[in-house]
Structure formats: structure tokens, C-alpha cells
């Protein structure tokens, strides 16, 4: 049966989020319908919300960073069942397409990653509001109380995780985490550079000491995150506003040439060149995680490259969601990373608008809302 909820629904680009009663449909076909807990907030909401991502269709619920419970399954759906904790996903894995059944990639072509995912797979929305269509974001939706999505895009996890804090590995955490252990695969004794330290750069750092590194370097415009920083494994702390000259030549004279990796987690395009720019020639790697604006361009000279150093992409930290997720959580369970400090706001669902400003304004990395579900 239809259910009543509560979501943030942005009615037009620019506006503040409307806490509004909408009417969610019952799971189709392989579909099944969550009851959130918690869910947080990412600057791809916000890129949305601004109007800057293409194909965008308003009204529409953001949120693709969360945590919940199952409440009804539909047609077809034996593997998952009311009750099991989830997290819904924004990149999915049907383990059938060609990108999903090799073994160096996760990107899976159901996901569409190019297209906007304003509706289900069957074109149609299970979102309403007062009988107008209500549009999806990336077939995730973590900004309603209650919400749908297929069954190739949800994991379910251990029983034991704490729900108000494991919407962390909805996207920030695995970005960041897996782009240091999979995409760069940094090894034991190197040197690192992570630019930005919102909370994806905060995991990738932590990333980083997993696998070893001898000296990670955090870069932020923004000094109050150093001390974070530092709590999770960076053994220096540079702000680029503090030099007169290219960040990235303040690195290379650190290190001698550049470092043997580097991961930008900002959607600067200017950052990503100096990123590529500080890894040190023949074998310097360097790893965009940031998302940005659709119509921008990366321009670099050719003989960054030809010189041997590597450029490469990252989604989701190159996991395969529904295998690898519900492994991360466990292992965060069985206390392999300290997470503690990547949520710094706790705050009801009705203050979502006060979230987006405190993300604006760089005082977070990840804030998390409670929902008030009955």
C-alpha cells in the first residue's frame, strides 16, 4: 500500500529544501522499499540542488548517502526481506553486464552513470506529491523518510551496524578509502598527497595509512581540518593560501620531485591538474575522485604524461557495491578503522537546510540527520 512520509523535496534549482508530506508507492518488481534512519549530506546533493548537474528534473528528493530497513519487498525479490538493514546504492551491480563480470571494474552498466536517474528503471517514479510526479536522484533518494529502489542497487549488511553512523559507506567513506587501496593501490613505504579533507579526503587519507605510506601529505585551504586530518594519518598539513607559489611546486620541493601518489577529492578541475601535476615523473599516479561541474574541461600538457605518469578516475573507491559494502561494514564492526570524527553534526531532519549551509560553509565533513520515523 501507498505510505505518507516526510521528505526534503526541492521544487526548483536555488530554493531551500521543503519538508513535505508525499506519498510513496509499494516496491514493483524486483524493487523494494526502505524505511530510512540516517542518511548524510555530499556535495553531489548540493551540485543538484544548485542546478549544476545535467538532466536534473525538478521536483526532485536528493540524498544518496544512507542507511535503513527494509519495510516491503516486491515481486520476485527472495534474496532481501522486511526487517534486514540495507544500504541503498547509488552505483549498482547486477554481476551480469560486462563492466560488472570483469575483474578491474565497477562500473556497472545498469547504472547509466552518464544519464540522470530522475525515475526507475521502468521510467516511472514511485515519488508523489499532492498527485504531481516527485522525481528521483540517483535511484536513491535518502532525503525521504521512506523510499525505492531496485534490489541491484542495495546491500545488505550486518545486523549489528549502527545505523546512525554507517550511512558513511552509502559514498563518502569507500570514495575516499577505496580510491587510495584500489584505484592508486598505494603501497607500503611511499608518499602521498590528498587534496581536500571533507570527508572523502578524510578516507582516503585513512586509506593511505592502511596501505602503508610513509608520508601523507593533507592540502586544504581550510586550517581548522588540519588537526582532523592528522587524527586520521597525515603526517603533514600544507594550506596553499600560505605560499606564493603553485601548490604543487610546494610539494614537489617537500618531496623531492613529487609524490608517488596523489588523489584529489574536490570537483576542482584546476586542483586536478596540480594533483597530476605533483606526482613524481615515471611513476607518479594520480587519482580524481571529485565531481565537477558536467561542462568543464581538464586540459594538461601531454608530456605529464609522456613522461610516465598515470591519470586516473574513481567511483565509489572502485568497489563493487553489493560484494564489497556489506565486507567494509563488518570490518568497521570489527573495529579495522576508526571512524570516529568523519561525523561532526547530529541534527533532525527538519534542519536538512541547516546541514547544506555548515557543508557550505567548510565546518563539516559529514553530517548526518536522524530521521524521526514512527
Known amino acids: 500500500q ?5 521528505a526534503a523535496v526541492a521544487w526548483a534549482a536555488n530554493q531551500p529544501l521543503a519538508i513535505e508530506e508525499i506519498d510513496v508507492q509499494p516496491p514493483k518488481a524486483d524493487e523494494v522499499r526502505i524505511k530510512m534512519v540516517s542518511t548524510g549530506i555530499c556535495r553531489t546533493d548540493d551540485h543538484g540542488i544548485h542546478g549544476t548537474l545535467k538532466g536534473i528534473q525538478f521536483p526532485a528528493i536528493f540524498g544518496h548517502e544512507g542507511a535503513g530497513i527494509i519495510e516491503s519487498v516486491g515481486k520476485g525479490v527472495t534474496h532481501l526481506k522486511p526487517g534486514d538493514k540495507v544500504i541503498p546504492l547509488w552505483l549498482p551491480q547486477c554481476r551480469k553486464c560486462t563492466t560488472c563480470i570483469h575483474p578491474h571494474s565497477n562500473l556497472c552498466m545498469e547504472s547509466k552513470f552518464c544519464e540522470p536517474q530522475n525515475v526507475m528503471p521502468d521510467r516511472t517514479s514511485r515519488f508523489s506529491y499532492k498527485g504531481k510526479v516527485v522525481n528521483h536522484f540517483s535511484r536513491c533518494s535518502t532525503f525521504s523518510e521512506y523510499i525505492v529502489t531496485p534490489t541491484n542497487a542495495v546491500a545488505k549488511i550486518d545486523d549489528r551496524a549502527p545505523m546512525e553512523k554507517i550511512c558513511l559507506f552509502g559514498c563518502g567513506f569507500p570514495t575516499g578509502y577505496g580510491a587510495a587501496v584500489n584505484t592508486a593501490k598505494v603501497q607500503p613505504g611511499t608518499t602521498c598527497a590528498v587534496f581536500g579533507l571533507g570527508a572523502i579526503g578524510l578516507s582516503a587519507i585513512i586509506g593511505c595509512k592502511v596501505s602503508g605510506a610513509s608520508r601523507i601529505i593533507a592540502i586544504d585551504i581550510n586550517s581548522s581540518k588540519f588537526e582532523k586530518a592528522k587524527h586520521f594519518g597525515a603526517t603533514d598539513c600544507i594550506n ?44 607518479g599516479t594520480s587519482v580524481v575522485i571529485g565531481v565537477a561541474p558536467q561542462d568543464a574541461n581538464l586540459v594538461c600538457p601531454p608530456l605529464l604524461l609522456l613522461t610516465g605518469r598515470t591519470w586516473k578516475g574513481s567511483l565509489y ?27 561532526t553534526h547530529t541534527l533532525p531532519f527538519t534542519k536538512i537546510n541547516e546541514g547544506f549551509e555548515l557543508l557550505r560553509s567548510g565546518k563539516r565533513w559529514v553530517f548526518v540527520l536522524i530521521k524521526n520515523n514512527s
Do not use: R, W
Open 2 to 6: 501507498v505510505i505518507k512520509c516526510k
Open 240 to 283: 596553499p593560501n600560505d605560499y606564493s607559489k603553485p601548490i604543487q611546486e610546494v610539494i614537489k620541493e617537500m618531496t623531492g620531485d613529487g609524490v608517488h601518489y596523489s588523489i584529489e577529492c574536490i570537483g576542482n578541475t584546476d586542483i586536478m591538474k596540480a594533483a597530476l601535476e605533483c606526482t613524481h615523473p615515471g611513476y
Open 317 to 343: 573507491g572502485g568497489f563493487k557495491t553489493m560484494d564489497a559494502i556489506p565486507q567494509l561494514v563488518s570490518d568497521y564492526i570489527a573495529g579495522k578503522f576508526d571512524l570516529e570524527g568523519l561525523v
